[in-house]
């Protein structure tokens, strides 16, 4: 994944996507499968990152202190915990 400055992005809060075609995790994450049927990442380390292609070609890093988590479901459907940093790259 692309190296960035820690200046760059913002911070976002509780935000969820429906636009989301493809996703890519780093290391730092566990992956659980809850009984509702969305897949639960969540992050083992800070500055885990995930890099997301949305559905009008936009990428963009998300980076989550340890602890936070990212649920996906159905659809590209997406929600991603607070806080986090979000760069468009």
């Known amino acids: 994944m692309k190296k ?4 760059q992005g ?3 809060n509780q935000v969820y996507s429906s636009r989301v075609v493809r996703s ?3 290391r ?15 992050a083992k380390t800070d500055n ?11 990428r963009k890093l998300l ?5 936070g988590k990212v649920l996906v479901g159905g659809g590209g ?3 991603y915990s607070k806080p986090h ?5």
Do not use: Q
């Open 4 to 7: 960035v400055n820690k200046s």
């Open 10 to 12: 913002r911070v976002e």
């Open 24 to 26: 890519e995790f780093d």
């Open 28 to 42: 730092n994450w566990r992956t659980v499968v809850t009984d509702s049927g969305y897949v639960t990442y969540i």
């Open 48 to 58: 885990a990152r995930v890099e997301v292609l949305l559905s009008n070609n936009e």
């Open 63 to 67: 980076v989550f202190n340890k602890g």
């Open 77 to 79: 459907t997406s929600h």
């Open 85 to 89: 940093r979000a760069i468009t790259l």
